[in-house]
């Protein structure tokens, strides 16, 4: 391999990921590891909603209640059967998959743009309803508590490594799917619908596929996020959840693979730390995403692009 | 009708098609035929419904009355999918590429349909010795390539889904003498180097003339003359224009 080959985008994400995998060994504060949680899950939620929105330009806004609908089936399971959380996380993604496609994946196929995100906002606006008329198995507005861990005898640093493990998996699936035949027929169906049919691309099947992806992918992020914290409620449906998730989608790049990510990145830890500021942290949260927004339309990755042609204009000038 | 044509297989043949926009009739009892790995230019003046007869052979607009036969089998009312599945590629106009996917994705896009999914490799290894320029630029993203090699990519598109026969829509729209002799020039390579039937729609007569075997007109929707392309000159056909 030449000197050349080497990008520091590709050293970059070597470096964060190396970070991340040995920061419980060398510094290991468990209130930083929950907020390293914290950030697998939302960045997989956002990155979910990436590949609904972005590459398939699908406007569904209800992919929170696609994540409560999974933590709450595996909680629920759990704690009544005492099933196994492992599977009672994969049946919770079943279950997500099962009731987002039929509730709203199918009648996506007949509506578009504004309409699909309408349907799916009232989708996940209907589940605090739900969940408070079935107070005796849900806990209702006061939430469900005492979801056992995944395991007897669990500690922060096996949750840090559990989740970063799912987190690299579950992006490793969303890039194949972007990358192979299915996520380029969503591209093709989000830029000219008419067009891509010509090519043969089978609108209604792959809606439905897509739909079906991120509903259960979105629906297991939610199990392991409930079995970690011991419990749910309805504050998570609420709207300072969907607008941050949202946020990190707006920031990172909608349409771009790894965008949502460092959205979570920003978003989460500028949550935490924002804390600090009190009442002006939603202000100061907004502020950073306005700046971005305004300077750089694309996102975060848009920034980097424009770093790269940086870098590219440097060395060509060098060359010569 | 000529010898040569009397044995030939026919592969599409297409029988007093109507089809409409809203109240508007735009194809009136069109009528042709191809024969199997020929290629057949259809000429006509701007707005008599030249791409329309396009889509509704792809399927992506319908027709109202009429037959469509691809292979001896009525495809008339076939989805769009099916069509591509049997072996039909339709390149449209202008704007006919995915802009921010790569060269080598616009082409695997094109390999989508089930029956051209497995053969990938082998199509682009083709669609590369067709168009060696095309496998340098793989990793570009389709914007960045001037007219003419984006005019070559869609092409190379309609290719690798395994089609038998291309529909293609006005190939030389937008482009400069020298690229459109580029483009042709790969349509040439087409008809020599494989049996696939070529179907041009074409607006200006010259180089589509040159490279069709037979000629037909359209206007107001209708096919009103069939000609083998060496029995008939560009001003006659523009004439008839008007």
């Not at chain 1, 985008?9 to 995998?21: P, R, S, V």
């Not at chain 1, 198995?137 to 005898?153: K, R, S």
């Not at chain 2, 802009?99 to 089930?114: F, I, K, Q, S, W």
């Not at chain 2, 630029?137 to 309609?158: N, P």
Request: hydrophobic content about 50%; glycine content about 10%.
């Amino acid at each position: 391999m030449k000197l050349t080959d080497f990008n520091w985008k590709k050293i970059a994400i070597i470096l964060g990921l190396l970070f991340i995998a040995l920061y419980p060994v060398m510094h290991g504060d468990t209130y930083i590891m929950h907020i390293f949680i914290l950030f697998f899950v939302w960045a997989l939620v956002a990155s979910n909603w990436n590949l609904l929105m972005g590459y398939a330009g699908i406007f569904s806004l209800g992919n929170i209640g696609y994540f409560a609908i999974g933590g709450y089936i595996s909680g629920i399971l759990a704690k009544s059967f005492g099933w196994s959380p492992w599977i009672c996380i994969f049946l919770g993604g079943i279950g997500s998959m099962v009731s987002v496609t039929l509730f709203v994946g199918l009648p996506a196929l007949r509506l578009s743009g504004i309409y699909i995100a309408l349907l799916s906002l009232i989708f996940a606006d209907t589940l605090p309803t739900i969940l408070t008329q079935t107070r005796s198995v849900t806990g209702g507005a006061m939430g469900l508590h005492d979801i056992p861990p995944l395991f007897e005898g669990i500690t922060r640093i096996h949750s840090y490594y559990i989740n970063f493990v799912l987190f690299l998996v579950i992006l490793t699936i969303i890039y194949k799917i972007i990358h192979s035949s299915t996520g380029l027929a969503f591209v093709a169906l989000r830029d000219s619908k008419d067009f891509a049919k010509t090519l043969g691309v089978n609108e209604y099947k792959e809606k439905i596929k897509v739909f079906a992806y991120v509903s259960f992918l979105t629906g297991i992020t939610g199990g392991f996020y409930v079995h970690y914290l011991g419990d749910i409620s309805p504050t998570t449906l609420a709207i300072e959840p969907f607008l941050l998730a949202i946020a990190m989608m707006e920031m990172g790049g909608i349409g771009r693979f790894p965008g949502a990510v460092l959205g979570a990145v920003i978003i989460v830890f500028g949550n935490e730390f924002l804390r600090l500021a009190g009442t002006l942290r939603l202000a100061l949260l907004g502020a950073l995403i306005c700046a971005i927004i305004l300077f750089f339309p694309g996102g975060l990755m848009q920034f980097i692009d424009w770093i790269d042609s940086r870098i590219g204009r440097l060395k060509t000038s060098k060359a010569t | 009708m000529n010898d040569k044509y009397a044995t030939a297989t026919t592969a599409l043949d297409i029988q007093k098609v109507d089809s409409f926009y809203g109240e508007l009739q735009v194809l009136r009892k069109a009528s042709l035929k191809l024969h199997e790995g020929e290629v057949v230019a259809l000429f006509g003046p701007n707005g008599h419904g030249k791409s329309t007869l396009l889509k509704v052979i792809s399927g992506i607009h319908p027709a109202v009355s009429g037959s469509i036969k691809y292979m001896g089998a009525e495809i008339a009312k076939t989805s769009s999918q099916k069509i591509v599945e049997l072996g039909i590629a339709y390149i449209p106009e202008a704007r006919n590429l995915f802009p921010d996917m790569t060269v080598l994705e616009n082409l695997r896009l094109g390999a989508y349909n089930r029956r051209a999914r497995g053969m990938v490799g082998e199509n682009l290894e083709y669609v590369f010795a067709l168009f060696p320029h095309l496998e340098e630029r793989k990793d570009q993203i389709a914007i960045t390539l001037s007219g003419g090699e984006s005019r070559m990519l869609a092409v190379s598109r309609g290719l690798m889904s395994g089609a038998s026969l291309l529909l293609i829509d006005e190939p030389s729209i937008g482009l400069s003498p020298i690229t459109k002799k580029t483009v042709f020039g790969a349509i040439e390579k087409i008809k020599n180097e494989t049996d696939i039937t070529v179907l041009i729609v074409e607006q200006e007569v010259d180089n589509a003339l040159k490279l069709a075997e037979r000629v037909y007109l359209l206007k107001r929707g209708q096919v009103f003359l069939e000609k083998v392309a060496d029995e008939i000159s560009k001003a006659e056909i523009e004439k008839a224009y008007f």
